[in-house]
């Protein structure tokens, strides 16, 4: 009985041990041949059988170490197991780098032009990181190529083509940006592709899937969102949430100018027992989101509504424009991750800039959202020692550091911050062309490509601010928030990312025409969030960020309860005597306008400890306030580009 990896090469598109083309003296190189069999994905494995051109002689193989989109050396090679080498019909033995946990060595006997490997991937069931994290279900999966293959080290990732196959479970439905190839058994064949374009490309399956087109067929490239769930209910989508992406389209297509790929899909998956994130591709979007997220228009009510805009913003921002120091060969080579701030930082804005724009938000959520970024920036006490490029420099580490004294360690501040960054910028081109220009003229210039054509367009800071400076020179009486001289766009991103301070950069929101305010309500934008990430955020009032459970995420120094000794992994048990519960903590912060103290007890692993707060402040929520005499330039943000179905033309 042959081994079932081999099986798998028996009925593989080329023989396992013949190159034909290169013999032929082909110009290109011939493609690895990889088979990826996922009937197993309900139980979290993954087998795969790959055929390698080599020469005879020395060879290494890697497995994806830097993965694109996730900013650090994340690829999970301790759920690589089962590597099996063989070349000429003879196992070879194969010896891991002592340095580098991703290089495999071996020697390809004399003979051979080709090795054949298997390898099994064991995907976990915890649900935290992001690809690594937990991504197969009994009912679905997002394949990433990336953890299922290894690639010869040598040429860049451009230039090794690979052509993929796929089988999954019965019945099981997929969708993915791959070009495909006519089939007449149960293996999907896609057509050779460059290594890059592969691992640009997951797969999202499974046994509740449906696809849905998002613009008519004679409108410019196809676009589409793929739904797989849990459950039949979870991929039920509103009219009005299609609506809505519908619009997104035409808005994404309205801000850049131009639609640089032949297709584009949504892949979103929704499902309890998966990682929740996003990330970005080229002609697709990987997209996590809990199983009730479509329920309702669950997504639309809390800060998930972000999500899609944000990734597809990442077509333009992020894959056709790229940092030049985040532009590597392959997979190996570390990226200098500095200017994430506009890597992620602009996307982060214009992504909830378009979510109001398509109607995802209503432009008072936009200005909730607004609110809940500028009270974490007046949080963020980090910001006093760290430079918010230095988060950036260090995403890497960040993305993985502890939740506990974010607020003092700082995190991948350049998300949040960046949406105030380039508020500012949007604001001061506003200002400075007096309303003809905006952050929109920007993005078309520096964004916008050729359409239907995928490729990458590197750029440094200098050919950032070169851009900025070509549609609105800043004027040198420009001032910042602390009053420093601001001579030009250079100065000023510059000051903001280099410097330490304790203030909040909110420059761009005043000259917008609003400020940071506090209500008595929460608002529903703000109670929908807490809601789906089952916290409490009272950072308003004592400081505290918390579990439903009363578990203390965070603290901010200087608050009532750092004062108080309060620290994050404790845990509130009572509240002023009483059990805890979000309503008895909610009841006694209320009170506190009257009594003027709140009392915790706080358990500290065998320990508990009784601590007084002496607060009056009552229940007390982020709100943006208007700035009498000055124009509302949100609202004037956040207007359509397209006018929607029956509105007029955006003035």
Request: glycine residues 8%.
């Amino acid at each position: 009985m042959k081994p079932y990896f081999w099986t798998l090469l028996a009925i593989g598109c080329l023989p396992c041990s013949t190159n034909r083309e290169a013999r032929a003296g082909d110009a290109k190189p011939a493609p690895i041949i990889l088979r990826l069999d996922a009937t197993e994905a309900p139980r979290r494995f993954l087998r795969a059988a790959m055929v390698i051109p080599a020469k005879p002689g020395p060879l290494t193989l890697y497995y994806p170490k830097w993965i694109p989109g996730e900013h650090g050396p994340s690829g999970p090679i301790t759920d690589l197991a089962g590597l099996k080498i063989r070349a000429a019909g003879k196992d070879i033995p194969w010896r891991r780098d002592d340095e580098d946990m991703y290089a495999f060595h071996c020697k390809v006997p004399d003979g051979a032009d080709a090795v054949e490997v298997a390898l099994d991937f064991l995907s976990p069931g915890a649900t935290g990181g992001f690809s690594a994290g937990a991504s197969l279900t009994p009912n679905l999966a997002i394949l990433s190529w990336n953890q299922t293959l290894l690639y010869p080290k040598g040429l860049p990732a451009r230039e090794i083509r690979v052509q993929a196959s796929l089988r999954l479970p019965p019945d099981w439905k997929f969708a993915t940006a791959l070009p495909r190839e006519e089939s007449a058994d149960d293996w999907a064949r896609f057509q050779p592709v460059a290594l890059d374009t592969l691992i640009d490309s997951p797969v999202l399956c499974g046994r509740f899937f449906k696809e849905v087109a998002l613009r008519p067929k004679d409108q410019g490239p196809l676009h589409a969102i793929a739904l797989a769930g849990d459950s039949a209910q979870s991929i039920r989508m509103s009219p009005e949430l299609k609506e809505n992406l519908d619009r997104l389209i035409d808005e994404g297509g309205a801000l850049f100018g131009s639609r640089h790929y032949p297709s584009y899909t949504f892949l979103l998956a929704l499902s309890d027992q998966i990682a929740h994130f996003g990330l970005e591709h080229h002609a697709s979007s990987d997209n996590r989101v809990s199983e009730g997220m479509l329920k309702d228009d669950q997504m639309k009510k809390n800060t998930w509504a972000s999500l899609l805009p944000h990734e597809y913003v990442h077509s333009w921002n992020g894959k056709y424009r790229r940092p030049k120091e985040m532009v590597t060969d392959d997979f190996q080579k570390p990226q200098r991750t500095r200017m994430l701030w506009v890597y992620e930082g602009l996307t982060q804005y214009l992504g909830v800039v378009l979510a109001a724009r398509c109607g995802l938000w209503t432009p008072e959520q936009f200005r909730d959202n607004l609110a809940l970024v500028a009270e974490w920036a007046k949080n963020q006490r980090g910001r006093s020692w760290r430079p918010l490029e230095d988060t950036a420099v260090a995403a890497q580490l960040l993305y993985y550091a502890r939740g506990d004294w974010a607020a003092w360690r700082r995190s991948v501040d350049f998300y949040d911050e960046g949406v105030l960054l380039w508020l500012e910028v949007d604001v001061l081109i506003r200002d400075a062309t007096h309303g003809k220009k905006s952050l929109d003229d920007f993005c078309r210039r520096f964004s916008g490509g050729p359409d239907g054509k995928i490729q990458l367009k590197p750029f440094t800071f200098d050919e950032l601010v070169a851009d900025l400076e070509a549609i609105a020179p800043l004027a040198p009486t420009g001032r910042g928030a602390g009053g420093e001289g601001i001579n030009n766009w250079k100065d000023l991103l510059t000051r903001r990312l280099t410097a330490t301070t304790d203030e909040p950069p909110l420059e761009g929101l005043r000259r917008a025409g609003w400020k940071p305010g506090y209500g008595a309500k929460q608002s529903d934008l703000h109670k929908e969030t807490e809601g789906d990430a089952k916290s409490i955020d009272a950072t308003a009032t004592l400081g505290l960020a918390l579990r439903e459970d009363g578990t203390i995420n965070d603290v901010v120094p200087g608050t009532k309860a750092h004062k108080a000794g309060v620290g994050p992994g404790m845990r509130i048990i009572a509240v002023n005597a009483r059990r805890w519960s979000d309503k008895v903590f909610r009841a006694a912060l209320a009170a506190t306008a009257t009594t003027g103290r709140i009392e915790l007890l706080v358990e500290n692993g065998d320990l508990f400890q009784s601590v007084t707060l002496e607060y009056k402040g009552g229940e007390r929520y982020p709100r943006l306030e208007r700035i009498e005499g000055q124009p509302d330039l949100l609202e004037v943000i956040v207007r359509p580009l397209v006018p929607p179905p029956g509105a007029s033309s955006p003035k």
